[in-house]
Nanobody, 119 residues
Framework: QLQLVESGGGLVQPGGSLKLSCAAS????????IGWFRQAPGKEREGVSC????????NYADSMKGRFTISRDNAKNTVYLQMNSLKHEDTAVYYC????????????WGQGTQVTVSS
């Protein structure tokens, strides 16, 4: 079965950090660019970050620059999203997705992991 599984979400105080993981099973992640997306209650899904197949290029939404870092370990078939200086407005369900290329069509979606930033 081909799937992406996110983990690492949870409850964190403002200013805190979390590291999300996106692990693939049934296929090899290094054939794909991997994007992180999020969806807050009542809002549309938005792009957070993306990393190319080789990991050589990364991009971030403006509000995440300097706070979030995307990385990948193809040997572990896993992509990570390190999130620092978290804010209330970062509360959302975070999804990873396997894409043909960053900003390209999504081939596979994960099921999502909840991140809640609250004091």
């Amino acid at each position: 079965q081909l799937q992406l599984v996110e983990s690492g979400g949870g409850l964190v105080q403002p200013g805190g950090s979390l590291k999300l993981s996106c692990a693939a099973s049934g296929f090899t992640l290094d054939y794909y660019a991997i994007g992180w997306f999020r969806q807050a209650p009542g809002k549309e899904r938005e792009g957070v970050s993306c990393i190319t197949r080789s990991g050589g290029v990364t991009n971030y939404a403006d509000s995440m620059k300097g706070r979030f870092t995307i990385s990948r370990d193809n040997a572990k078939n896993t992509v990570y999203l390190q999130m620092n200086s978290l804010k209330h407005e970062d509360t959302a369900v975070y999804y990873c997705a396997a894409q043909a290329y960053c900003s390209g069509p999504v081939r596979y979606w994960g099921q999502g992991t909840q991140v809640t930033v609250s004091s």
